[in-house]
């Protein structure tokens, strides 16, 4: 085994993911797609096994894909997270979200602020409430979202270095 290869190919790889979203606001399926493949093989040969990179991948997709549904999520974000599910497994990936919760609402806002684009993003929650409410509303003039592309990078260096679940027990004592 080679010691941090698994982790060092994902962390390259989110940063790339990283770099195109705050650019373009898009990560590409050209990343995410053998992102997948490189996680299910690193993970076989150099890591705990296939059964747990599978299992990571699936309880990945199993999270992020009805949050895409539901348009909580974009595409390349949800791809990202069950990709990256494939190198962390189950328990990882749990713990890579747990963190993108956590620091989604300070990281996400300073990112809009930053860009100037605060504003445009209220406008969009508001547009959002009242359709769900079924109040008539204008769309706003362009809809911006946060790029979660950084904050992915962000929270999987978190988890990484933490162990989420090593805090249950105490919370729960």
Known sequence: MIPGLIEGVLVAALVGAAVSDAQSGKIPNVLTGPLLLAGLVLSTIFGQGFLFALLGAVVGFAIHFPLWVMKVERGGDAKLLIAAGAFVGWQGILEMTLSVLILYI?????????????????????????????????????????????????????????????FVPLIWS
């Open 106 to 166: 300070p990281m996400g806002l300073t990112i809009l602020i930053a860009r100037g684009r605060l504003g445009n993003f209220i406008g969009h929650l508001r547009h959002v409430k009242n359709q769900a409410l079924n109040v008539p509303s204008a769309p706003p003039a362009e809809v911006t979202v946060a790029v979660m592309g950084p904050l992915i990078l962000v929270a999987a260096i978190v988890a990484m270095v933490t162990d989420w679940f090593d």
